[in-house]
């Protein structure tokens, strides 16, 4: 099972991405395989010299009755320390984003893939849509052909 954020291509350059894992409670595991998680809104912040995800949706487990979680709570995410001091660099000199670009499990384990992303201004949005139109055309192009 996949979670993907297909908006922050859309909306960010991706300049590095890293696999990190995140701190979870059981509930939160049970709804995430059930499929009731969304990573569209979050971002990740620097805080204390760790990294939490805020604004990620993971909606109650149906069977979880007074165990449940909050549904947006802010998670923390294992990276090792050089990774974050890494990280927190790029996003204090250069002035780029924390954005999650998408969930899977591996290893049973949930993981995350992190982007460190710079923002994309209205003319570089046009300019992706431009080239997502061009490769749709040449696509039908190719089909017919056939």
Known sequence: MEILNRKAKFDYFVEEAFE????LSGTEIKAIRNGNCNIKDCYGIIKNGEIFLLNMYIG???????????TTRSRKL???????????????LNGLTLVPLKGYFKDNKFKILLGVCRG???????????ERDIRRETLKKLKNFK
């Open 20 to 23: 990190v894992g995140i701190v």
């Open 60 to 70: 109650e487990y149906k069977e979880g009755n007074i165990f449940n979680h909050d």
């Open 78 to 92: 294992l990276l090792h320390r050089k990774e974050i001091q890494k990280i927190s660099k790029m996003v204090e």
């Open 120 to 130: 994309k201004k209205n003319i570089d949005k046009r300019e992706t849509i431009k």
